[in-house]
């Protein structure tokens, strides 16, 4: 889907060996050749962007704001923000493209996001609800998803406050358990759809070649607390 600028101001000034090549323009236009990596290493910008409405992998962003700096293939956009999900993202993006592989460094904040909306964006289902806070400082090499996936390195923090998880009801599975060893009959009646409260659930992710490990995740409720440890 075509990102829509609503507002952009944006100068530049481009060099290139072939400047007819660079411009689009040609006596042969057949022989024009538009490389986009060549002509970004090249460039120099300074300018503000605004993009209204904007999806990029059915994910989708609003009111994005960019100041953009460009000089000679090191590109920095800071300050970064747009509204997510009923919440907001707030960052910054550095990319070095003067080596012949590119190299990216992202540090962002994100508040009150729909978590529900967005998984289902992502995963086409969610199991997860709530009100999600996260910061991460990431940095890959790549010049494409799959190699930049890879080489994913960095930290990450992850916060949902209200929430529940849907497919398990923890407080009548714990509940039943208790009445099986007692020999007597369950006071609770499991949820329908099964789903499981909570009022926090948080961690720290550290994340090497592409995997996120925790150590320290930890879901709070009025009933119960569950640690866990796994990747993704």
């Not at 990029?56 to 800071?78: L, P, T």
């Not at 369950?186 to 994340?207: C, K, M, Y």
Request: charged letters at 15%; proline letters at 3%.
């Amino acid at each position: 889907k075509a990102a829509k600028v609503t507002t952009a101001k944006t100068s530049y000034k481009l060099w290139h060996k072939n400047k007819a090549a660079v411009a689009g323009v040609s006596a042969n236009k057949s022989q024009a050749k538009m490389e986009l990596l060549p002509i970004l290493r090249q460039i120099v910008l300074n300018g503000d962007i605004h993009i209204g409405d904007l999806q990029f992998a059915n994910v989708h962003f609003r009111d994005v704001n960019m100041q953009i700096g460009g000089d000679n293939g090191n590109i920095n956009i800071d300050p970064l923000s747009c509204k997510f999900y009923q919440g907001s993202i707030s960052g910054a993006l550095d990319v070095n493209l003067r080596k012949a592989m590119p190299t990216f460094n992202l540090t962002a904040n994100a508040a009150n996001v729909v978590t529900q909306s967005l998984l289902k964006d992502v995963m086409s289902s969610s199991k997860l609800s709530g009100i999600a806070a996260v910061k991460v400082k990431l940095a890959t090499v790549g010049n494409s998803a799959n190699l930049m996936l890879k080489n994913l390195h960095g930290k990450s923090w992850l916060r949902i406050m209200n929430g529940s998880f849907y497919g398990v009801d923890i407080r009548y599975q714990i509940e039943r358990v208790k009445a099986l060893i007692k020999g007597t009959v369950p006071q609770l009646q499991e949820s329908q759809p099964p789903r499981t409260a909570f009022s926090q659930l948080s961690g720290n992710f550290n994340v090497v070649n592409g995997v996120a490990n925790t150590n320290d995740l930890l879901l709070q409720s009025p009933y119960f607390k569950v640690n866990g440890k796994g990747s993704a």
